[in-house]
């Protein structure tokens, strides 16, 4: 345990910014499907192939005012055992120059070696600087969900909004910069890490609204990170929730099967080869208030207020899919995506 999280104070470190309060945790697979439970309640198979992870109460449909995610899950793939959240993003695809896709897969993070899959979930409850909590963080509250990003956007200009997803072309699994906006365009010697930072301001009223957004807004001015003022409209401080994701992209890196025409070869489920297009959904999902006792804490990463587990119980909490198709083979199309890109 002691290894995990000094190797996790390591990582943060190279990240440029410091937190008063932090969780940093390993997530492992919960399974890869085509649900969305958030954007497609109902829909199975939806539009585009997701990866999940967090508690099996997860389902096609979970609507904000019947499904108590704590007390339908009976496990969860998250290290915070109190955590029955569901979080998930796209996947990432590889085409090859015979055109036929392969779905990359995740690497576990630093410190969770040994995780399946999946990624790594943080919630920042104040910067360094913040060390008396004026900034203090307010717990997402029971029913809450939210959305980022927009899956419709291909270029700089249409990605901006969304300040804060970015990628980082991994040349060892230690590397933290620089973030770009775009998908990498040269091969990544370790992977291609997303980063996805949720906003951090509130409405303090709505647990979702009608594009999973105008309930939630990022900082006035600034970041999170410079501790930017809330708008009067969003005046609720919420930690800043963020998605690691590594896309283990080494198997697809041999020049050979790269485009001739210079172009990187990877697309997101959803035909996004900019990668201006990506997004993260969250369901909020802990028991109780053990999320608020962390933040009130507060702690950095070695949080004594946080129930964990070990990564084979992580690992050994799996839900099969409700959507069965072809994932770990080469496939002439991304599944819902009937147009080749
Ligand atoms: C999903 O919801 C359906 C309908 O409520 C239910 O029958 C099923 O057991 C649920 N599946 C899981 C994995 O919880
Ligand atoms: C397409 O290319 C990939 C990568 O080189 C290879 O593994 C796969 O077998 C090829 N598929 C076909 C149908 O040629
Ligand atoms: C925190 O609060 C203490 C006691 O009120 C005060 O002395 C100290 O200056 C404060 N520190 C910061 C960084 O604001």
Redesign the pocket.
């Known amino acids: 345990m002691f290894g995990m999280r000094s190797a996790a104070v390591a990582v943060l470190g190279l990240a440029g910014y410091s937190y008063a309060g932090l969780i940093r945790m390993g997530c492992s697979q919960l399974n890869v499907q085509r649900i969305d439970p958030l954007v497609t309640p109902g829909q199975a198979p939806s539009p585009h192939m997701h990866q999940l992870i967090g508690g099996n109460s997860l389902n096609v449909t979970m609507d904000h005012a019947t499904h108590d995610l704590p007390s339908l899950s009976t496990c969860t793939t998250c290290q915070a055992a109190e955590d029955f959240s569901n979080y998930w993003t796209a996947v990432l695809y590889f085409k090859a120059r015979n055109g036929t896709y392969h779905r990359v897969s995740q690497l576990a993070p630093l410190g969770f070696e040994g995780q399946n899959a999946g990624m790594t979930v943080y919630y920042m409850t104040g910067q360094l600087?913040?060390?008396?909590q004026?900034n203090k963080a307010t717990a997402f509250k029971p029913g809450f969900r939210m959305f980022v990003g927009d899956i419709n956007a291909r270029t700089l200009e249409e990605a901006l909004p969304y300040r804060q997803l970015t990628y980082t072309c991994l040349e060892e699994m230690s590397t933290r910069w620089p973030e770009t906006k775009y998908l990498p365009t040269n091969p990544c010697k370790a992977g291609i890490m997303s980063n996805i930072r949720f906003p951090t301001c509130w409405d303090g009223v709505n647990l979702d609204s009608p594009n999973h957004m105008d309930h939630v807004s990022y900082p006035e001015s600034g970041t999170f990170e410079s501790q930017g003022p809330c708008p009067s409209t969003h005046p609720v401080h919420l930690p800043q929730l963020m998605y690691e994701v590594i896309w283990d992209t080494k198997p697809f890196n041999d020049p050979a099967d790269w485009p001739e025409d210079g172009s990187q070869p990877f697309v997101w489920s959803f035909s996004d080869t900019t990668g201006y297009g990506t997004h993260g959904d969250y369901v909020f999902g802990w028991k109780g208030d053990a999320l608020q006792q962390i933040i009130d804490e507060p702690c950095y990463v070695n949080c004594q207020t946080m129930k964990t587990q070990s990564i084979d119980q992580m690992n050994a909490c799996t839900l099969k899919p409700q959507v069965v198709e072809d994932i770990d083979g080469w496939v002439k199309e991304i599944p819902g995506q009937n147009v080749g890109v």
Do not use: R
């Open positions: 600087a913040d060390l008396n004026t």
